[in-house]
């Protein structure tokens, strides 16, 4: 597959299958099983997969435009394809021993027959999901693990999960190992609802693990290397890809605040509300500006993971921190020029805004980020 075919394959899905039903589907917090069939028969479920282990190999540009294409129509589907792809990379980047019985999990991806996710934050840590609160404990040839995972995308529709524990005998806070349990390992169950404020059609339920069994040959990581393969291997693509979401967000709302003005009117001035009121094409183009913006940052933040350089991951923690204000913004800025019709729900906008505030909180949230950043710049330790 080449990146224009992704990208016409992510366009057809999103008007075929998205739009028709995103409303629907983020009212009733139903998780849109036909979404992702139609992504798997479509190739777009290993896009990033190499093509030796049956995947496409596209690089981080290509998975962002598919992303951004994917969340203008539903945002809920868009990033439980960006979870996939994280989990999707954890595994293909597992260590050698484990290659052999992980190769017929990436066939499946590549065939578009199998959905990963990653299970990381934990009820005890909470958004620092680098310090998992859980402890994998030896077992014969592997590991049991008791942990509460408190929020996990596509949690009862994902025929796996990346799950993060210490390590058993990690000394520090952060000496995690990365472990895939398959959906139907004893021990592992959805612990409870997803009834969120936005993505209210994702899943993110909390997960329970109750001594799951983990052979050795799905340990991701060598004991004590989960935090590393977080930060280098899983962070920057999670950046890209929830900056990509924040960024089909925005072009949402700008073209609904478009089509608003442009067919309301004022029936006593004869005029609709974009050619009677200058202040909501000044807030019209604000938006612009800002989605425009975004999109530089996220062409930028593609460069350099491209040619990783210096720089990289102040841009990796600056694109995902600048894409959830962005779309915070341009999504509020969009319910006020729409007024009572966007309050009244009459208009997909309220939608994307409360689908808007979930980037922020998604680890590691604004704040934390520009912490790190803050810390990096004042050469401060980070952890
Ligand atoms: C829609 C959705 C889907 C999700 N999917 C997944 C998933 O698939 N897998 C997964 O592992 N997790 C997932 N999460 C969990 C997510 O990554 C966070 O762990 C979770 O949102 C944290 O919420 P909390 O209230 O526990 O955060 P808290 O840690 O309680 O944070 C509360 C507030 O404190 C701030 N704060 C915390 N630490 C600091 C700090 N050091 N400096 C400054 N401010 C700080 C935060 O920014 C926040 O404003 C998902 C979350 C959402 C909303």
């Given at each position: ?172 806070a952060t000496d995690s190992t ?21 993505l209210r059609a994702n899943a ?169 950043i803050g810390k990096s710049l ?6």
């Amino acid at each position: 597959m080449t990146h224009d075919a992704a990208v016409s394959n992510a366009r057809e899905i999103a008007s075929r299958v998205l739009a028709p039903s995103a409303g629907q589907n983020d009212k009733a917090g139903r998780f849109s099983t036909e979404a992702v069939k139609s992504l798997g028969e479509s190739g777009l479920l290993g896009l990033m997969l190499p093509t030796n282990s049956g995947g496409s190999g596209l690089g981080p540009g290509t998975f962002a435009a598919v992303v951004a294409t994917l969340a203008e129509s539903d945002a809920s589907v868009a990033m439980v394809y960006v979870m996939h792809v994280m989990g999707a990379a954890a595994i293909a980047a597992a260590r050698p021993s484990a290659a052999p019985a992980l190769a017929p999990i990436l066939q499946e991806i590549g065939a578009g027959r199998h959905l990963s996710t990653l299970a990381f934050s934990e009820a005890g840590s909470r958004s620092h999901f680098w310090a998992p609160i859980s402890r994998a404990r030896r077992n014969g040839d592997g590991v049991h693990i008791s942990a509460k995972k408190s929020w996990v995308t596509s949690a009862g529709y994902a025929q796996s999960y990346v799950v993060s524990a210490l390590a058993p005998e990690g000394a520090g806070a952060t000496d995690s190992t990365l472990y895939l349990l398959s959906a139907g390992t004893r021990g592992l169950s959805v612990a409870g609802p997803w009834d969120g404020l936005g993505l209210r059609a994702n899943a993110s339920a909390p997960i329970a693990l109750d001594d799951c069994h983990v052979p050795s040959d799905f340990q991701l990581t060598d004991d004590g290397a989960g935090f590393p393969a977080m930060l280098n291997l899983v962070l920057p693509l999670f950046s890209l890809g929830t900056a990509a979401v924040a960024l089909g967000l925005c072009r949402a709302a700008v073209a609904g605040t478009a089509s608003h003005l442009k067919s309301a009117r004022f029936e006593h001035l004869g005029q609709s509300l974009g050619e009677s009121l200058p202040t909501l094409r000044a807030q019209l183009a604000a938006m612009q500006i800002e989605t425009d913006g975004l999109s530089a940052r996220i062409d930028d933040l593609i460069e350099h993971l491209e040619e990783p350089r210096e720089t990289t991951m102040l841009r990796v923690l600056e694109t995902k921190a600048a894409a959830g204000e962005v779309a915070i913004s341009v999504t509020s800025v969009a319910m006020r020029v729409c007024g009572g019709a966007a309050f009244s729900k009459h208009l997909s906008i309220e939608r994307l805004f409360r689908d808007a505030h979930a980037g922020a909180v998604m680890a590691p949230t604004g704040d934390v980020l520009r912490e790190f950043i803050g810390k990096s710049l004042l050469g401060l330790p980070l952890f």
